[in-house]
C-alpha cells in the first residue's frame, strides 16, 4: 500500500503586513543583565554626578527647612510674607504644588498597571518614591501654617479634655483626611511593590548590618508560588484602591477654594481642571529626575526613548485639557453675566499680576505644543526643556489662582501688592533642595527600577513566545517596529 506524504498548504497571494511591537527593552538583554544593572546601582559606588547632586541638595534641605522651620517656630508665622488679606501666600501655594508633584507615582503605578500598561514597569518605582517624597514636602506648609505647629494634632478627630472638635464641614479638614489617606496608600503600595527586589538584594549581600536591614524589609521572601500568588493578588488590590485617591486628593484640594464665594474661586470646573493640572505636572516632575538619573547610571535599555515618548503624549494630553480649562475658566465668567467674576479674570490679565499670568499660560499651554512633532519627542534636550518649563508653569498657576485673588477682594481698602518674604523663599527652595536628596538617597539604597516587573515584559517571560516560529501564520508579514534608538548605537551598548 502505497504511502502519500502529507504536505502542508501554502497560501498564495499577498500577505498581511502587521507591525511588531516596540521593544521596552532594548539589545536582547537577559534576566541576568537586568539584576546585575538594576542591582550595581545602589552596589557599586555612586558616580561623581551623584555626589556633585547629593552634597548641594543636602545642604540646601538642611539650611532651608531645618533652620527655615526652627527660625519660623522660634519667631512666629510673621516671618512669612503673608497679610491679613492675603492669608494664603507661598505656603499654600507651594503646599497645592508639591501635592499635585506626586500624582504621577500613583498614576503610574495603579491605573496603568490595571491597564495592563508593559511600558510603566521602568518607570513606576521612581515615580511611586517621588510620590511620597512630594507628599512630605507638602506636608511641612499646613503643618506650620496653623501658627503653633505642636497643635497640629488637633487636626485629627481625636477626643480631648478641652472639647474642641474640628470643623468637618471645612474642606482643609477634608485636606488632612485625603492627604494623609493618599501617602498611607502610597507607601504601603509603593514598599509591597519593591519587597521581591529587597529579597534579591539581600541574598546579594554579604553578612553584616546591611544584609541583615534588607533582610528585615523583605520580610522572609522566598520567591515561592504562594508568596508570589498573595504578593499579585495585594498587589492588585492596592491598585484597585489607589485609582480613586487620583482622582480624590486633588478634587478635595480644589475644594479649598471650589466651596468659597470668594470671585476666581466659586467654580465647578475646579476640580477635573486640579487633576488634569496635578497629572501634567507629575509627568514633568517625572521626565526631570528620570533622565537624569538614566543618563547618570547607564539605564538606556531600560528607560527607553518609548517610555519618554509616552510619557511627553500624556503631557502633551493633559497639557492641553489645562489650556482648555484656562479658556474655559474665562468663557464662564463672561457667560455667566458675574461681574466680579469677570473683573477678577480682568485683573489677573491686566492687572500688576500679568507677569506670572502670561507666564503660566505660556509654560503650561504653549510649551507642550511642540510634542506634536516626533523629532521633538525624540530630542531629551527638547524634552527636559519642556518638563522644566511645566515645572515653573504648574507653580505659576497656583500662584496665579491663590494670590491675585486674595490680594484683590470686597473691600478696595485692602487692596494691595503681595510679596513673599526672605522666609517664604528660604523654606521652599529648602523643600525641593529636600525632595533631591531623599530622591538621591532613594537611588542609592533601594533599587529605582522594578526588577521582577520588568522581567515580565521580556518576550522569554511567555510562555507561547516561541508559538510564531513552530506555527507561523502564513498570511501575515511581520514588519520591524519604529524604534526610537539605534541598534548597536553608542547609546545604548554603553
Keep these: 500500500m502505497a504511502t502519500a506524504t502529507e504536505t502542508k498548504p501554502t497560501r498564495e497571494g499577498p500577505k498581511l503586513p502587521v507591525l511588531k511591537r516596540e521593544k521596552l527593552i532594548l539589545n536582547d538583554r537577559s534576566y ?41 517656630v522660634s519667631t512666629g508665622v510673621g516671618v512669612w510674607g503673608n497679610t491679613n488679606r492675603v492669608m494664603w501666600g507661598w505656603p499654600i501655594v507651594n503646599f497645592v504644588f508639591w501635592i499635585g508633584i506626586g500624582h504621577a507615582g500613583t498614576l503610574i503605578s495603579a491605573i496603568l498597571f490595571l491597564t495592563r500598561q508593559n511600558w510603566r514597569t521602568s518607570i513606576n518605582r521612581a515615580a511611586e518614591a517621588m510620590t511620597i517624597f512630594a507628599v512630605m514636602c507638602a506636608g511641612i506648609f499646613p503643618a506650620f501654617h496653623v501658627g503653633r505647629v505642636w497643635m497640629a494634632w488637633f487636626l485629627a478627630p481625636i477626643p480631648n479634655a478641652n472639647a474642641i472638635w474640628q470643623n468637618f464641614k471645612s474642606p482643609l479638614l477634608w485636606d488632612v483626611f485625603a492627604v494623609s489617606t493618599y501617602f498611607t496608600i502610597s507607601l504601603i503600595f509603593w514598599y509591597l511593590g ?109 528607560i527607553t526613548m518609548k517610555h519618554i515618548d509616552n510619557m511627553a503624549k500624556i503631557i502633551l494630553l493633559t497639557g492641553t485639557i489645562v489650556g482648555y480649562a484656562y479658556l474655559m475658566e ?62 515653573i508653569g504648574m507653580w505659576f498657576e497656583r500662584f496665579v489662582i491663590i494670590v491675585t485673588t486674595l490680594a484683590r477682594m470686597w473691600l478696595p481698602g485692602d487692596w494691595k501688592y503681595y510679596s513673599p518674604s526672605g522666609q517664604d523663599m528660604l523654606l521652599f527652595i529648602g523643600t525641593i533642595g529636600m525632595f533631591l536628596t531623599l530622591f538621591l538617597l532613594f537611588l542609592r539604597f533601594l533599587p529605582c527600577i522594578n526588577i521582577a516587573e520588568v522581567k515580565w515584559t521580556l518576550p522569554e517571560s511567555d510562555p507561547h513566545h516561541d508559538d510564531h516560529e513552530d506555527h507561523p501564520d502564513e498570511g501575515v508579514q511581520a514588519e520591524a517596529a519604529y524604534q526610537q534608538e539605534l541598534h548597536g548605537s553608542k547609546e545604548a551598548t554603553a
Excluded at 543636602?58 to 539650611?63: L, R
Design 330 to 391: 474665562l468663557f464662564v465668567a463672561f457667560y455667566s453675566g458675574a461681574k466680579f467674576e469677570m473683573e477678577a479674570f480682568k485683573y489677573r490679565i491686566t492687572g500688576p499680576y500679568n507677569w506670572a499670568y502670561f507666564c503660566m499660560m505660556f509654560c503650561n499651554v504653549i510649551s507642550p505644543q511642540v510634542f506634536w512633532f516626533k523629532w521633538c519627542r525624540e530630542n531629551l534636550w527638547v524634552v527636559m526643556a519642556v518638563a522644566m518649563c511645566v515645572n
Design 194 to 302: 519593591m519587597v521581591p527586589d529587597l529579597a534579591t538584594i539581600r541574598d546579594r549581600c554579604k553578612p553584616g548590618l546591611r544584609k541583615l536591614l534588607y533582610g528585615i524589609f523583605s520580610l522572609g521572601w522566598r520567591g515561592g508560588n504562594r508568596q508570589w500568588s498573595h504578593y499579585e493578588m495585594a498587589y492588585l488590590l492596592l491598585a484597585a484602591l489607589s485609582t480613586p485617591l487620583v482622582l480624590s486628593v486633588h478634587s478635595v484640594v480644589s475644594f479649598d477654594f471650589a466651596t468659597s464665594v470668594v470671585p476666581g474661586w466659586h467654580t465647578t470646573i475646579f476640580p477635573p481642571y486640579f487633576v488634569a493640572g496635578a497629572i501634567f505636572g507629575g509627568f514633568a516632575m517625572v521626565l526631570t529626575i528620570m533622565i537624569p538619573a538614566r543618563f547618570i547610571y547607564g539605564l538606556q535599555d531600560l
Design 32 to 72: 541576568h543583565w537586568i539584576t546585575e544593572r538594576i542591582c550595581g546601582v545602589l552596589e557599586n559606588r555612586q558616580p561623581f554626578l551623584w555626589w556633585l547632586l547629593f552634597i548641594p541638595s543636602s545642604i540646601i534641605a538642611a539650611v532651608g527647612v531645618g533652620f527655615g522651620l526652627f527660625h519660623l
